[in-house]
């Protein structure tokens, strides 16, 4: 993942104002690392909840906790709620990063990691 240099503008637009309250007072070698976490997690959970891609971004928040699950925090549809969804960072190659976003109902997901040289 790269530095953006307009990071601050992207956040300040998409970011609720609970994590921009998070964001913003960081030192800048710390925000490119937040700045990706909640983008990540809240487009995971948008295409999780495909009939709803169109939700504003800045309407709901993620934590950025990186202890165990993410949980997402909506209050305005009991449908989003944390109660239903969970939001999980993988572990993937160093550079890059993943999300995965599922309803809780779900009971199984399985990974699986393959590799391809050309």
Known sequence: MGDIPEKDQIASHFFSPKEY?????????????????YLMRKEAFCKATVEDLYLPL????????????????????????????LIYDLNVE??????????????KIICFKFSISL
């Open 58 to 85: 800045a309407d709901f928040d993620v934590s950025n906790d990186p202890c165990g699950p993410v949980i997402l925090f909506i209050g305005k549809d009991d449908r989003y709620c944390s109660a239903h969804w």
């Open 94 to 107: 160093t550079g890059y990063k993943a999300v995965l976003a599922v309803e809780k109902r779900c009971k």
């Open 21 to 37: 309250d998070i964001y913003s007072p960081l030192p800048e070698r710390e925000k490119e690392d937040i700045f990706y976490k």
